[in-house]
C-alpha cells in the first residue's frame, strides 16, 4: 500500500508555488481560491517572504492550496480510490488528506482552512506562545521535563521527536534547560497550536463546518487524534475540529501505516518534513517528497505501482 501524506504548519518556504504556476490551469485553480476566501495565494506563494508566509492566517491556506495542487498535478483525472492507498495529513494537512479521501472538495477545504487559520491566529495573539522540536531523550524523560515547565507535547511525532508548546517564557526556559540528551529547535510557526490555547478557535471552527455535507472516505483516512482509520464523513469533520486543540499523534498515525502493511509514503507539496521522519520511523518503507514539478515524473511512477483499476 501506498500512504499519500500531506505536511503541516512550518513547512511552507518562500516561492514555493512559482514553479508550479508554469503548469496549465494551476493559475487559474488559484485565482478562483483566491478571490472565494480574500487572499491572494498567488502572491503569498511566489512574491512573499518568510516572514510573511509565517503569518498563520496565511501559511495555513497556503499549504494546502499547494498540497491540492501538486496531488492534482500527481494524479490528473485518476481518483485515490483507484490507487492502493491511503492518506494522512500532519495538522492543517489534514484538510487536504480530507479532499484526497473524497470526505471534502477542494473548494470547502479551501474555504474552511481560511477559517481555521484565521481563528488560530486570533487565539494565539490572546497570549504570546509558540513551538519548540525536542528531538532525542528519553520519552518519559522528556514527557516529565515538559510537564515542570508548563508545556504541552502538541506533537507526538514518533522518531524521537515531541513538539512542545507553550508560553513563550516556558519555551525560553525550556531551551535554557533541555531535558536530558536532547536537543531543542525553535519552530517557524506564531502560536500554541494543538493545546488549550486554541480553544476558542475551536468554536470559531464548528461554526463554519455546520453547513458542510462531507463524503465518507473513498480510501483508508488517518486520523491525528489516536492513529486511528476513520470511515465516517461526519467523523472525520468532528475531528478536524476538535484537532485544533488536540495533541497531533503521527507517532500513531505511523503505527497504523505499519498495520496497513505500507511499503510506500509520497509526501505532497512542500514535501521533505514528514518524509524526514518516515525514514526514521519506518524503515524498509520507500519515501518521496514532492517538493516542485521536478518530482512529479517520479511521483507519478512510484503511484503507478499502486494502481487497482
Request: glycine letters at 8%; one cysteine or more.
Amino acid at each position: 500500500m501506498l500512504v499519500l501524506v500531506a505536511p503541516g504548519q512550518g513547512a511552507q518556504k518562500p516561492g514555493l508555488l512559482t514553479p508550479w504556476l508554469d503548469l496549465p490551469g494551476v493559475a487559474d485553480r488559484l485565482a478562483a481560491w483566491s478571490d472565494a476566501i480574500d487572499l491572494d495565494l498567488t502572491h503569498y506563494g511566489t512574491e512573499a517572504d518568510a516572514e510573511q508566509i509565517l503569518d498563520t492566517e496565511v501559511a495555513q491556506p497556503l499549504l494546502v492550496a499547494t498540497a491540492l495542487i501538486s496531488a492534482h498535478e500527481l494524479l490528473g483525472d485518476r481518483k485515490p480510490a483507484e490507487v492502493h492507498t491511503a492518506t494522512a495529513g500532519h495538522s492543517v494537512g489534514e484538510l487536504a488528506a480530507a479532499v484526497l479521501a473524497g470526505v471534502l472538495d477542494p473548494e470547502t477545504a479551501v474555504r474552511l482552512v481560511r477559517t481555521r487559520g484565521t481563528a488560530m491566529a486570533r487565539a494565539a495573539a490572546v497570549t504570546d506562545t509558540g513551538m519548540s522540536a525536542v528531538l532525542g531523550g528519553d520519552p518519559a524523560e522528556v514527557a516529565a521535563h515538559l510537564e515542570r515547565l508548563g508545556l504541552t507535547p502538541a506533537n507526538m511525532n514518533g522518531a524521537g521527536q515531541v513538539v512542545a508548546a507553550g508560553t513563550t517564557e516556558a519555551l525560553a526556559a525550556l531551551a535554557e534547560d533541555r531535558p536530558e540528551k536532547s536537543r531543542v529547535r525553535p519552530l517557524k510557526v506564531a502560536g500554541a497550536f494543538h493545546t488549550r490555547h486554541m480553544a476558542p478557535a475551536v468554536e470559531a471552527m464548528r461554526s463554519e463546518v455546520a453547513d458542510v455535507v462531507p463524503g465518507d472516505p473513498t480510501v483508508p483516512y488517518v486520523s491525528n487524534l489516536d492513529g486511528q482509520v476513520v470511515t465516517s464523513g461526519a467523523d472525520v469533520v468532528d475531528r478536524l475540529v476538535g484537532q485544533i486543540s488536540s495533541p497531533v499523534r503521527w507517532d500513531l498515525c505511523v503505527e497504523t501505516f505499519q498495520e496497513l502493511g505500507v511499503t510506500a509514503l509520497l509526501e505532497l507539496c512542500p514535501g521533505g518534513t514528514l518524509t524526514g521522519l518516515a525514514k526514521r520511523a519506518l524503515p524498509g518503507v520507500r519515501t518521496l517528497a514532492l517538493k516542485s514539478p521536478d518530482d512529479l515524473d517520479a511521483a507519478r511512477e512510484l503511484v503507478a505501482e499502486y494502481v487497482t483499476a
